[in-house]
């Protein structure tokens, strides 16, 4: 199992606000998993999220 990672976590990695990570899950832009309250995003869902984002393939 990949290592698993909070929005605060996520946030600090990419220099946004918590608030901006949210965004991003709700719009379906970073995918995450909803544990209670709190939302959980996994390593393989990070490199997915940037390959995505690149500008050069």
């Known amino acids: 199992?990949?290592?698993m990672y909070s929005?605060?976590?996520?946030?600090?990695?990419?220099?946004v606000q918590v608030i901006?990570?949210?965004?991003?899950?709700r719009k379906k832009?970073?995918?995450?998993l909803k544990i209670g309250r709190?939302?959980?995003i996994s390593?393989?869902?990070i490199?997915?999220?940037e390959e995505s984002r690149?500008?050069?393939k």
Do not use: Q
């Open 20 to 25: 901006t990570i949210w965004d991003w899950i």
């Open 29 to 32: 832009k970073l995918p995450a």
């Open 38 to 40: 709190d939302y959980r």
């Open 54 to 56: 690149r500008t050069v």
């Open 47 to 49: 490199s997915v999220f």
């Open 7 to 15: 929005c605060a976590e996520v946030a600090e990695r990419y220099g």
């Open 1 to 3: 199992m990949s290592k």
């Open 43 to 45: 390593e393989s869902d």
